[in-house]
């Protein structure tokens, strides 16, 4: 029996559908397997688009994520510096200024209103408190960049890549450019059980029946929705032009699926305000090392060493990351890759003067390299915008009951997992929301008696409480 009274499912009968295949979709996959000792060959993960990678087993034999970010601190961190100090760079009278941690000041006064905010919004606006909660372990490190975790490379090669192997070492089912379109519940009124699914895969439909015991995990939502690439030469064109149509097939089941009762949410709320979510990412392949050179030269820091680095005055609200060599494990030795995101992608370019989601790939450069007041590479160098109307989507205001509970109430075969689901405690955006929400799915639809990692708690907010 789990904690919320799931009874227990017996892993060699059913049959588990999971629809989609991000992170939160593939973790269930995997809880499944190695918690609820549910066959690979049992699981079938549906997903809209064409593939997923693989190519490596999971864990390196008994090493988890934290392992591997730890021995990347210990060993390969780039000596002999070990942190770094710039966290943004500002325009001042004497030109372009670095603006070093400790001289943000952030001292205890500034962390005691933090402490007081975070109590006093308790009742009055819980997220905010929430956030705070959350992150209080971390408060002492606010002046101090080198606590960040870091990984060797990018996260997808790292922790997609190798589950997605595992899952296919596994026997999982993949349905790539597969749409479930739709469902069917019982009873209509108030729908405890998913009867079938509808999907449409190779342009046929396929409809395939639902027992009580089965489970449906459904992902809700998508922030890379309506996502689109542009070129060095052009920009994003789903930003300009109307990216609703494409919006629209990774949010339909959960449109679907609400129409069935409140008690799924709503995602007309999230999706209502796309524009207020728009976040515009680029990367930047540099051919030689002349950006790296000028950029240790400018802040005093190797790459990979320092935070992501803010452009205090970038209209379009740019920060910098600029990684460890290489990024990408099939990356030439001669090339350098940083990459960099905008949360106001609408407004006019302090040099460049169009909004930067109307800017090809170069133009996003020159605005770059015109503020670090480097030279110009463009010659060297390409860089690819990633427009994303959905991408901060999870933090939109909502209101109570707009995000499901993972186990919508009085079902008994259905769980909703992702960014777009109500965990008590927890806060969303980071894809550990998205794993934790899928934890939380299979140890209850599966009966599992071992309860699901709680959200971690703040010793000082303990003793904090303790003293109110
Ligand atoms: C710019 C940016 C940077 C980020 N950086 C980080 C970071 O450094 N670290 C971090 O932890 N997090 C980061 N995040 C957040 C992270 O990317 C998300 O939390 C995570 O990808 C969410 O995964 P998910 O599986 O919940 O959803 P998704 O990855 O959105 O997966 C859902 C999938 O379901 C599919 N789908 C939807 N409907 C259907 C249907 N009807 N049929 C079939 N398939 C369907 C979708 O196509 C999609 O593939 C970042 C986000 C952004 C926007």
Redesign the pocket.
């Known amino acids: 029996m789990s904690k919320l009274g799931q009874s227990h499912r017996d892993p060699e009968h059913i049959q588990a559908w999971l ?9 269930a996959a995997v809880h499944l397997i190695s918690e609820a000792q549910v066959s690979g060959s049992n699981i079938h993960l ?4 064409p593939s997923l990678g693989g190519g490596m087993t999971p864990g390196e034999i008994g090493g988890t994520m934290m392992d591997e970010i730890r021995r990347f601190e210990n060993v390969e961190r780039p000596q002999p510096q070990k942190s770094a100090l710039v966290r943004a760079l500002n325009h001042g009278p004497s030109g372009l200024e670095l603006v070093e941690t400790k001289s943000l000041h952030i001292g205890a006064k500034n962390r005691l209103a933090l402490v007081n905010l975070m109590l006093e919004r308790e009742a009055t606006c819980p997220r905010v408190s929430k956030n705070l909660r959350k992150y209080l372990e971390d408060i002492q490190d606010l002046n101090n960049v080198k606590t960040l975790n870091r990984t060797e490379s990018n ?1 997808y090669e790292l922790i997609v890549y190798p589950i997605v192997t595992y899952l296919k070492e596994e026997d999982v089912h993949f ?1 790539f450019n ?4 739709n469902l069917t519940v019982y009873p209509v009124a108030d729908p405890a059980l998913v009867t079938s699914l509808q ?1 449409l895969q190779d342009g046929l439909e396929h409809t395939v029946s639902i027992n009580p015991t089965d489970i449906v995990i ?8 309506g996502a689109s690439l542009g070129t060095n030469q052009s920009s994003p064109p789903n930003l300009s032009l109307n990216w609703e149509n494409e919006v629209a ?6 449109q679907r699926l609400a129409q069935h009762s409140p008690k799924f949410g709503c995602p007309n709320n999230f999706l209502s305000q796309g524009l207020r979510s728009t ?1 515009e ?1 680029f990367t930047t392949t540099f051919h030689g090392p002349d950006f790296m050179v000028l950029y240790e030269k400018l802040t005093h820091e190797r790459p990979g060493t320092g935070a992501i680095i803010t452009l205090a005055e970038s209209n379009w609200a740019i920060s910098l990351s600029i990684p460890r060599q290489p990024v990408f494990s099939s990356q030439s030795r001669s090339t350098n890759i940083i990459s960099g ?1 905008a949360l106001r992608p609408a407004n006019e370019g302090r040099f460049v003067k169009k909004p930067m989601y109307k800017c090809s790939g170069q133009e996003i450069l020159i605005e770059i390299l015109s503020f670090l007041e480097f030279p110009t590479l463009l010659s060297t160098s390409r860089t690819i915008p ?1 427009g ?1 109307p ?3 989507a ?1 933090f939109l205001s909502r209101r109570k009951g707009d995000r499901p509970r993972v186990i919508p109430q009085d079902t008994t075969n259905i769980a909703c ?4 689901v109500e965990i008590p405690d927890d806060t ?7 794993v934790h ?2 934890q939380i799915a299979v140890t209850e639809l599966m009966g599992l008696p071992q309860p699901p990692d709680e959200v971690k708690k703040s010793l000082l907010l303990e003793v904090l409480h303790l003293m109110i």
């Open positions: 629809i989609g295949g991000g992170i939160a979709s593939i973790s549906l997903d809209l688009h996260l349905h597969t749409e479930v379109t999907f459904a992902t809700l939502g998508s922030t890379s929705a097939c990774d949010w339909r089941f959960w976040v990412t995101y990633y994303m959905f991408g901060t999870p997992i992702g960014q777009f969303t955006l980071a894809m550990e929301y998205s929400s899928a």
